[in-house]
């Protein structure tokens, strides 16, 4: 990739966030509900406490000026006060990054080795009985929601057999302090492997509901590349040349079938940040998507549109790297 | 007489579809010998690639074989298990598809692509680490053996960053790196420009020549495997219509298929003369009757063609499956009268084909007789 097409991609980015800024800003502007309301609800407070808050907050503003000041405040970074937690936003939000990243890194990491594993034996063994129970199940883990089966593997591994936890990253005894807030790195800087094993059983289900979803759908890509690469003629050829099976299978055929799936890994890591929030609410993780939740039912305006500024800007990264990838696997691209 | 290097006996390799069975192959018998360049020739879906693709135990599903032998050096490649044969193949016998575009891996740089298979069968290489080493050396020197300009620097690029003669070139280098008996050519030149076809042709009978191997050329073009090959096959709906040395075959096709595609090309020596396509199109390959499959076409068919027509011995080291009834050349009908008579059983057979043969040519060979004999007697053994 040349610095040019490097700098054009960025610009690029420009004209996405402004309209995914200006849609998240008016759509919470619409959205009934008054932050003031909801924080000094309870009838104690006079009307006259009320607009001094509405005031401090600059909610006596009309919208649009509201929204220059934004788009002004955010062009420097700048992205004000979280009304619920009176700290800036850029920290509060900080603070929670880890801990999605975390259970995203986790769930990738299921799914790839899922979906790719599964999709490879699905294609090399076509027909069987492998390929038809792995074809089925990946249906059922498209099409099932993940909120609905978190709660059930809760029940199951949490509430009936009792061997994992209910919710949340880390029990009270195994706490340790937060170094980069990856609690499995922060576990292991502190020496504490109970910690950390702790952690990891924290991380399994809620990773494993988000992972299972995804590895189902990279099953069903990895199968239909893989099926594709094997009835090229460079795989005819490279049985020809009588060189092992795992060779032709995973240097030949697989080079070429990771191309796509990869691709669409990349990609799809932007869903799995959407479907953070479902799963954190579930599962009790203090993550980013669980932040956003309590932010739009709070009504905090600028938490809000940081948090989806954020999505926005890792999703189209998340993009960048696909067009990367892809690159970097097909030799017959050049950006 | 030598021994085939290669000897395929009644191969049937058959493609279980939803529609039927389609005989891709069914009942195909071709010899390949030492050193000999054989052109297999046939129409698109006559069966040419499928069969050598059974040899190499390369076809794939729906595709099975479903009986035949492939004798290759005195083993039954047929009944072979997958490992010896996946050692044979690309050491003993090496192919090189149509188009190189879509052989070689687009994914994989070429020197990968050639270095994998001499790891991967040549026992001469030294051990550890000077191993890949050797291995890059020797692939440099088949890459400037069939003369890839710049080879060292080449080797480090794709296959897409090559031109098609280029691209075929490479491919060839692939298939001989490991400098096998056997070279099966499936149709070498279908998917190059006409100026390159003939430098890949040549360039293949410069390397038959340079590592003393067999090659079977696969190819639609007559006009190609009559300028290369020493004999000639020619296959129709699945099967072996006709054999033979190439001049010989050209100059006096025995079976009707052979002599039609004969008429329908055109002849430098007489532009004037015109050209007859044959008329009708090939059988589709489910629910065959047991019968000649060239029949619906067949400008001299006849009732005894309802059965099932053999490869008959046609004298001069030639075979050809036509009804001897319905052919008007003499020399055919004394050697197919005499299929159905055991030779062995009649001593005095050979000279009397001699006689015969003298009475419908003068200049005949008085020894032809007893080599048809001999011939015959093969035969009548391969039918039992």
Same mark, same amino acid.
Not at chain 1, 133 to 141: E, I, Q
Not at chain 1, 232 to 251: H, M, N, P, W
């Given at each position: 990739?040349?610095?040019?097409?490097?700098?054009?991609?960025?610009?690029?980015?420009?004209?996405?966030? $402004?309209?995914?800024?200006?849609?998240?800003?008016?759509?919470?502007?619409?959205?009934?509900?008054?932050?003031?309301?909801?924080?000094?609800?309870?009838?104690?407070?006079?009307?006259?406490?009320?607009?001094?808050?509405?005031?401090?907050?600059?909610?006596? =503003?009309?919208?649009?000026?509201?929204?220059?000041?934004?788009?002004?405040?955010?062009?420097?970074?700048?992205?004000?006060?979280?009304?619920?937690?009176?700290?800036?936003?850029?920290?509060?939000?900080?603070?929670?990054?880890?801990?999605?990243?975390?259970?995203?890194?986790?769930?990738?990491?299921?799914?790839?080795?899922?979906?790719?594993?599964?999709?490879?034996?699905?294609?090399?063994?076509?027909?069987?009985?492998?390929?038809?129970?792995?074809?089925?199940?990946?249906?059922?883990?498209?099409?099932?929601?993940?909120?609905?089966?978190?709660?059930?593997?809760?029940?199951?591994?949490?509430?009936?057999?009792?061997?994992?936890?209910?919710?949340? =990253?880390?029990?009270?005894?195994?706490?340790?302090?937060?170094?980069?807030?990856?609690?499995?790195?922060?576990?292991?800087?502190?020496?504490?492997?109970?910690?950390?094993?702790?952690?990891?059983?924290?991380?399994?289900?809620?990773?494993?509901?988000?992972?299972?979803?995804?590895?189902?759908?990279?099953?069903?890509?990895?199968?239909?590349?893989?099926?594709?690469?094997?009835?090229?003629?460079?795989?005819?050829?490279?049985?020809?040349?009588?060189?092992? =099976?795992?060779?032709?299978?995973?240097?030949?055929?697989?080079?070429?079938?990771?191309?796509?799936?990869?691709?669409?890994?990349?990609?799809?890591?932007?869903?799995?940040?959407?479907?953070?929030?479902?799963?954190?609410?579930?599962?009790?993780?203090?993550?980013?998507? =669980?932040?956003?939740?309590?932010?739009?039912?709070?009504?905090?305006?600028?938490?809000?549109?940081?948090?989806?500024?954020?999505?926005?800007?890792?999703?189209?990264?998340?993009?960048?790297?696909?067009?990367? $990838?892809?690159?970097?696997?097909?030799?017959?691209?050049?950006? | 007489?030598?021994?085939?290097?290669?000897?395929?006996?009644?191969?049937?390799?058959?493609?279980?579809?939803?529609?039927?069975?389609?005989?891709?192959?069914?009942?195909?018998?071709?010899?390949?010998?030492?050193?000999?360049?054989?052109?297999?020739?046939?129409?698109?879906?006559?069966?040419?690639?499928?069969?050598?693709?059974?040899?190499?135990?390369?076809?794939?599903?729906?595709?099975?074989?479903?009986?035949?032998?492939?004798?290759?050096?005195?083993?039954?490649?047929?009944?072979?298990?997958?490992?010896?044969? /996946?050692?044979?193949?690309?050491?003993?016998?090496?192919?090189?598809?149509?188009?190189?575009?879509?052989?070689?891996?687009?994914?994989?740089?070429?020197?990968?692509?050639?270095?994998?298979?001499?790891?991967?069968?040549?026992?001469?290489?030294?051990?550890?680490?000077?191993?890949?080493?050797?291995?890059?050396?020797?692939?440099?020197?088949?890459?400037?053996?069939?003369?890839?300009?710049?080879?060292?620097?080449?080797?480090?690029?794709?296959?897409? !960053?090559?031109?098609?003669?280029?691209?075929?070139?490479?491919?060839?280098?692939?298939?001989?790196?490991?400098?096998?008996?056997?070279?099966?050519?499936?149709?070498?030149?279908?998917?190059?420009?006409?100026?390159? !076809?003939? !430098?890949?042709?040549?360039?293949?009978?410069?390397?038959?020549?340079?590592?003393?191997?067999?090659?079977?050329?696969?190819?639609?073009?007559?006009?190609?495997?009559?300028?290369?090959?020493?004999?000639?096959?020619?296959?129709?709906?699945?099967?072996?219509?006709?054999?033979?040395?190439?001049?010989?075959?050209?100059?006096?096709?025995?079976?009707?298929?052979?002599?039609?595609?004969? /008429?329908?090309?055109?002849?430098?020596?007489?532009?004037?003369?015109?050209?007859?396509?044959?008329?009708?199109?090939?059988?589709?390959?489910?629910?065959?009757?047991?019968?000649?499959?060239?029949?619906?076409?067949?400008?001299?068919?006849?009732?005894?063609?309802?059965?099932?027509?053999?490869?008959?011995?046609?004298?001069?080291?030639?075979?050809?499956?036509?009804?001897?009834?319905?052919?008007?050349?003499?020399?055919?009908?004394?050697?197919?009268?005499?299929?159905?008579?055991?030779?062995?059983?009649?001593?005095?057979?050979?000279?009397?084909?001699?006689?015969?043969?003298?009475?419908?040519?003068?200049?005949?060979?008085?020894?032809?007789?007893?080599?048809?004999?001999?011939?015959?007697?093969?035969?009548?053994?391969?039918?039992?």
């Amino acid at each position: 990739m040349t610095p040019v097409a490097l700098v054009e991609r960025l610009l690029q980015l420009v004209p996405v966030l $402004l309209g995914i800024a200006a849609v998240v800003f008016f759509m919470m502007a619409l959205t009934p509900g008054d932050p003031v309301e909801l924080m000094l609800g309870d009838a104690l407070a006079t009307p006259e406490q009320k607009e001094s808050l509405r005031r401090d907050m600059g909610l006596d =503003r009309p919208a649009p000026e509201r929204f220059a000041l934004f788009l002004k405040n955010a062009a420097t970074g700048e992205f004000g006060m979280s009304f619920h937690h009176r700290r800036p936003v850029g920290q509060v939000i900080l603070e929670r990054v880890p801990a999605t990243v975390e259970l995203t890194l986790a769930s990738m990491l299921i799914a790839l080795v899922l979906g790719i594993g599964l999709g490879v034996l699905a294609a090399v063994k076509r027909d069987s009985w492998i390929d038809r129970v792995a074809t089925v199940t990946s249906l059922v883990g498209v099409s099932m929601p993940g909120f609905w089966f978190g709660i059930l593997l809760i029940l199951l591994f949490a509430v009936a057999l009792g061997v994992l936890p209910v919710s949340g =990253r880390i029990g009270y005894a195994g706490e340790v302090p937060f170094v980069t807030r990856f609690l499995l790195v922060d576990t292991l800087i502190a020496g504490r492997v109970d910690s950390f094993l702790d952690a990891l059983r924290h991380l399994l289900l809620p990773a494993v509901t988000l992972g299972l979803a995804m590895a189902a759908f990279l099953m069903r890509v990895t199968r239909a590349s893989m099926l594709e690469a094997l009835a090229q003629d460079y795989v005819t050829f490279a049985e020809a040349k009588g060189i092992s =099976r795992a060779r032709v299978l995973f240097r030949h055929a697989l080079k070429n079938a990771l191309i796509p799936t990869v691709t669409v890994a990349a990609i799809e890591t932007g869903t799995l940040l959407g479907g953070n929030m479902i799963v954190e609410t579930v599962f009790g993780w203090p993550g980013l998507g =669980r932040l956003v939740v309590e932010g739009i039912f709070t009504r905090n305006y600028p938490l809000v549109q940081a948090c989806v500024l954020l999505y926005a800007v890792t999703y189209v990264l998340l993009n960048f790297c696909a067009d990367l $990838l892809y690159a970097a696997l097909n030799p017959r691209v050049r950006l | 007489m030598t021994a085939p290097l290669l000897a395929i006996r009644d191969l049937r390799t058959w493609f279980h579809t939803r529609q039927g069975v389609v005989k891709a192959v069914d009942g195909v018998d071709l010899d390949v010998m030492p050193g000999e360049c054989l052109g297999v020739v046939g129409e698109s879906g006559s069966g040419k690639s499928v069969t050598f693709l059974s040899v190499l135990g390369l076809v794939k599903p729906p595709g099975r074989v479903e009986a035949g032998r492939v004798i290759f050096g005195g083993r039954d490649l047929a009944k072979l298990p997958p490992d010896e044969l /996946r050692a044979l193949r690309g050491r003993d016998i090496a192919i090189t598809l149509q188009d190189a575009l879509t052989a070689l891996n687009p994914a994989l740089r070429v020197e990968e692509q050639i270095v994998e298979t001499i790891l991967a069968h040549d026992r001469d290489l030294p051990p550890g680490r000077g191993r890949s080493a050797a291995a890059r050396a020797k692939a440099l020197e088949m890459l400037r053996l069939v003369g890839i300009p710049d080879a060292e620097r080449r080797m480090h690029d794709y296959p897409h !960053q090559f031109s098609g003669g280029m691209r075929q070139r490479v491919m060839i280098t692939i298939a001989l790196a490991c400098r096998p008996k056997l070279l099966i050519a499936d149709e070498p030149t279908t998917a190059l420009d006409v100026t390159v !076809q003939a !430098q890949v042709l040549a360039l293949i009978a410069r390397m038959r020549r340079a590592l003393g191997m067999s090659v079977v050329l696969i190819s639609h073009n007559l006009g190609v495997v009559a300028r290369y090959c020493d004999r000639i096959a020619l296959m129709y709906a699945g099967q072996v219509v006709e054999t033979g040395p190439t001049r010989a075959v050209i100059a006096a096709p025995y079976h009707p298929y052979t002599q039609g595609l004969l /008429r329908s090309m055109p002849l430098l020596s007489d532009p004037d003369r015109p050209i007859q396509p044959i008329d009708g199109q090939v059988p589709d390959l489910i629910d065959l009757e047991p019968e000649c499959r060239f029949l619906p076409r067949c400008p001299r068919a006849a009732e005894i063609c309802r059965q099932p027509v053999p490869l008959l011995p046609m004298g001069d080291a030639r075979l050809a499956a036509v009804d001897p009834a319905a052919d008007s050349n003499e020399g055919a009908r004394i050697s197919a009268r005499l299929a159905a008579v055991d030779p062995a059983a009649d001593p005095n057979e050979g000279a009397r084909i001699s006689a015969r043969l003298a009475a419908v040519d003068p200049a005949a060979d008085p020894n032809e007789g007893a080599r048809i004999s001999a011939r015959l007697a093969r035969c009548v053994r391969a039918a039992a």
